[in-house]
């Protein structure tokens, strides 16, 4: 595998996490990617941007016809796959009384549904490029999950546990699964601005490229997972050994305050 040029394709490519994964890729020895978005312009100006070779696939991944299109693109331009990063999400916030089934079912087909029908198309070429890997963004809210962001985390709690149980089926293909959690990253549908002025909360807001490093660690690094920021692991571990404690501080006043800076700061529909 150290003979031939290393396949990466990153979905969620144009801006953010997508945008800076592809970035600290494309510094490998070899690297060739394929950049997956819904802003064509945006990935384009990405391609010609970067020191290796990357062709673009503009299409939206809810669509049903995405999988198919974008194993079409993979094939026409290369004979392998080395590496699949499944990104691209949103999350829009509402109470479940407010917003409904139909709310969760919006994150669902982008979240979930979306990453597992693509992983679907692309998991034999994968496998016939083993050893390959596919890295899941999941997230800190697919552990723990606060108020108005049910829906989002429970996607994301879907893709977290698919996620272990495809790592288990697919090591004996020689195709390494895992996955990043981020917290809060300051990207463009979430600047957190609000949480950045302030000295109390600066520290749990993180940057793209901390992430696209976590990716490049589990992924062709083989690591199972990664937290961003790191310390966000606390939060996990602690709703597992004390979960009444954790409903309480996230049912409390600084988790209001925390959802109420947060609110008005929709992340964006855009795929990442």
Same mark, same amino acid.
């Given at each position: 595998?150290?003979?031939?040029?290393?396949?990466?394709?990153?979905?969620?490519?144009?801006?953010?996490?997508?945008?800076?994964?592809?970035?600290?890729?494309? !510094?490998?020895?070899?690297?060739?990617?394929?950049?997956?978005?819904?802003?064509?312009?945006?990935?384009?100006?990405?391609?010609?941007?970067?020191?290796?070779?990357?062709?673009?696939?503009?299409?939206?991944?809810?669509?049903?016809?995405?999988?198919?299109?974008?194993?079409?693109?993979?094939?026409?331009?290369? =004979?392998?796959?080395?590496?699949?990063?499944?990104? *691209?999400?949103?999350? @829009?916030?509402?109470?479940?009384?407010?917003?409904?089934?139909?709310?969760?079912?919006?994150?669902?087909?982008?979240?979930? =549904?979306?990453?597992?029908?693509?992983?679907?198309?692309?998991?034999?070429?994968? !496998?016939?490029?083993?050893?390959?890997?596919?890295?899941?963004?999941?997230?800190?809210?697919?552990?723990?999950?606060?108020?108005?962001?049910?829906?989002?985390?429970?996607?994301?709690?879907?893709?977290?546990? @698919?996620? =272990?149980?495809?790592?288990?089926?697919?090591?004996?293909?020689?195709?390494?699964?895992?996955?990043?959690?981020?917290?809060?990253?300051?990207?463009?549908?979430?600047?957190?601005?609000?949480?950045?002025? +302030?000295?109390?909360?600066? @520290?749990?807001?993180? +940057?793209?490229? +901390?992430?696209?490093?976590?990716?490049?660690?589990?992924?062709?690094?083989? +690591?199972?997972?990664?937290?961003?920021?790191?310390?966000?692991?606390?939060?996990?571990?602690?709703?597992?050994?004390?979960?009444?404690?954790?409903?309480?501080?996230?049912?409390?006043?600084?988790?209001?305050?925390?959802?109420?800076?947060? *609110?008005?700061? !929709?992340?964006?529909?855009?795929?990442?």
């Amino acid at each position: 595998m150290s003979s031939q040029p290393r396949v990466a394709l990153v979905t969620g490519a144009s801006t953010g996490i997508g945008e800076a994964t592809a970035i600290r890729l494309a !510094r490998e020895p070899g690297a060739e990617l394929v950049l997956v978005a819904r802003r064509e312009e945006l990935l384009q100006r990405l391609a010609d941007s970067l020191p290796c070779p990357a062709t673009v696939c503009a299409v939206d991944l809810t669509e049903p016809d995405a999988p198919a299109r974008v194993l079409a693109h993979v094939e026409a331009h290369h =004979d392998r796959l080395d590496l699949l990063v499944n990104n *691209a999400g949103a999350a @829009w916030r509402g109470t479940f009384a407010e917003t409904g089934h139909a709310h969760v079912q919006r994150h669902m087909e982008l979240n979930f =549904d979306a990453v597992v029908r693509l992983t679907e198309a692309l998991l034999p070429l994968l !496998r016939s490029s083993a050893p390959s890997a596919i890295v899941n963004v999941a997230s800190t809210a697919g552990r723990v999950a606060r108020s108005r962001t049910g829906a989002y985390s429970a996607s994301k709690f879907a893709l977290i546990g @698919w996620t =272990d149980s495809l790592y288990a089926e697919e090591r004996p293909h020689g195709v390494h699964v895992g996955m990043v959690l981020p917290g809060f990253i300051a990207t463009e549908g979430f600047p957190a601005t609000e949480l950045r002025e +302030k000295a109390l909360t600066r @520290w749990i807001v993180s +940057k793209p490229p +901390k992430v696209a490093e976590a990716i490049y660690e589990v992924g062709p690094g083989g +690591k199972a997972e990664r937290y961003v920021p790191r310390p966000y692991a606390l939060a996990a571990i602690a709703r597992i050994l004390s979960p009444r404690l954790v409903r309480r501080v996230l049912s409390g006043g600084s988790a209001a305050a925390l959802t109420t800076s947060t *609110a008005a700061e !929709r992340d964006s529909p855009t795929q990442r």
